[in-house]
């Protein structure tokens, strides 16, 4: 048990999904694993840890921004042991080439600031996805037929930006989407010699406005969490 995770010893799976929100914790939990056991609540930060496939796994809720997720990836990791932490989320695009649905398997997340970045001082460190964790998505991505980009993210800490001029900086030097926690996932996870991926779909678009319907979301979201259960075990 940790400050934010109610978990007895034993009870976290090595692999770890984790969704900013709890209650899509829940339903890829019920809809994906099997035996599911509710693990946390602490905070309504909802934990289950099942099996896919004979393979134990947890899906835990980080809360949105670097911050929230911060907390559970290090007591995920210090506390019970966690290995292999994937992201399953939405992002917003951020290229023309990029639409909404489209998978974004993210290789690196660019940040004004994160949790981390105060203990790198004038070091611009980047944030890097696991490559193994990587290449596997990318193949069952493609495998399932989703049109996928890989390249880098932006990882925000803001939703309601007021930085048009850094948006066009990004759009400028390739970056494909915002969200708001990939790069403090990968720092944590690298310091601590585990292994880190975010896999994202776009819900809406910062060019166009697009967002994508209520209704369209869960299954883009459930092709997110088949290509990252099938990453960490490939
Ligand atoms: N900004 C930040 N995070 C997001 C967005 C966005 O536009 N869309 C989905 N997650």
């Not at 994937?86 to 990029?98: E, F, L, N």
Request: net charge negative; with cysteine; glycine share 8%.
């Amino acid at each position: 048990m940790t400050v934010h995770i109610s978990a007895a010893p034993g009870q976290i799976a090595e692999t770890v999904l984790m969704p900013g929100d709890p209650y899509r914790a829940k339903w890829a939990a019920e809809t994906f694993l099997e035996n599911i056991e509710l693990v946390n609540e602490t905070r309504g930060m909802l934990g289950f840890t099942g099996t896919w496939r004979g393979h134990r796994v947890t899906i835990q809720g980080s809360g949105m921004g670097m911050p929230s997720l911060s907390i559970y990836a290090n007591e995920l990791i210090r506390d019970y042991g966690a290995k292999t932490l994937i992201r399953i989320g939405s992002c917003g695009g951020m290229q023309p080439h990029v639409a909404i649905r489209d998978v974004i398997i993210a290789m690196t997340a660019s940040t004004l600031t994160s949790p981390s970045s105060g203990m790198f001082k004038e070091l611009n460190f980047a944030p890097c996805a696991d490559w193994s964790l990587l290449s596997a998505a990318v193949k069952a991505a493609k495998t399932k037929g989703c049109t996928t980009h890989v390249g880098g993210i932006y990882s925000s800490d803001v939703f309601y930006a007021e930085r048009p001029d850094l948006d066009e900086q990004m759009v400028r030097h390739g970056v494909l989407a915002v969200e708001m926690e990939a790069a403090e996932l990968y720092t944590v996870a690298v310091r601590h010699q585990c292994r880190a991926l975010a896999v994202l779909t776009v819900s809406d678009h910062l060019q166009t406005g697009e967002a994508l319907p209520a209704s369209a979301r869960e299954q883009s979201f459930g092709d997110m969490v088949e290509i990252a259960l099938e990453a960490a075990f490939s």
